[in-house]
Structure formats: C-alpha cells, structure tokens
C-alpha cells in the first residue's frame, strides 16, 4: 500500500501559477510513475502530467508550456508547477502512484481544488 498526501491547492487569478506537492509513504517500489490527474464539474478525469522514476515526462496538450512536472525521489516527492493558469483549469487535482506493476497497482491522493477567477 501506497499513501499519498497532496497540498498546494487554492484560489489564484487568471495568469497566476500554484504550486501542488505529493508525497507517498508505504510500499514505494525504486520503478514507478508519479503524477496529476484532474477532474472538473461534470467532466471526466484526466491526465495533467506525469513523470517516471528516471524522470521521463508526459503532458496533457492543455497544459503544455504552462504546467512543470517534477520530483524528488529521496523525499518520494512530485511537484507540479503550474504558470499561467486559466478558469479552464479550476478542478480537483489528484496525486497518483503507479508501481507499473502487473496487474497494474495506482494509488490515488484525496485531491486538491484548484480554482482559477477570472
């Protein structure tokens, strides 16, 4: 079992940047994938950013050249920085850990609101 505690989220304006932070304890294997997720009202979740434990990274195209993905391995530690943000981008943000194990094992952090005024 992985756990995971998520913090950063908040209330910024158009054009301002967040910066989320998750960190897993537990059974934390040296291979794995860390990363963001998010889901708005009404819509389905999806895939922010994520990032391997060699540090190969994957974007959504919304986010691209406005978020970074981010970690510390010896803190089991992701960030995601997130610049310019936009009234799109308000939703609940979730932490994920995948072992890339067979069969596939994620675990998933309590989630973080993310709110953007416009």
């Known amino acids: 079992q992985v756990q995971l505690v998520e913090s950063g989220g908040g209330l910024v304006q158009t054009g301002g940047s967040l910066r989320l932070s998750c960190t897993a304890s537990?059974?934390?294997?040296?291979?794995?994938?860390m990363g963001w997720y998010r889901q708005a009202p009404g819509k389905q979740r999806e895939l922010v950013a994520s990032i391997t434990s060699s540090s190969t990274v994957n974007y959504a195209d919304s986010v691209k050249g406005r978020f970074t993905v981010s970690r510390d391995n010896a803190k089991n530690t992701v960030y995601l920085q997130m610049n310019s943000l936009k009234p799109e981008d308000t939703a609940v943000y979730y932490c994920?850990?995948?072992?890339?194990?067979?069969?596939?094992?994620?675990?998933w952090g309590q989630g973080t609101q993310v709110t953007v005024s416009s």
């Open positions: 994920y850990f995948d072992r890339m194990s067979i069969p596939r094992d994620v675990s």
């Open positions: 537990g059974s934390i294997f040296r291979i794995n994938t």
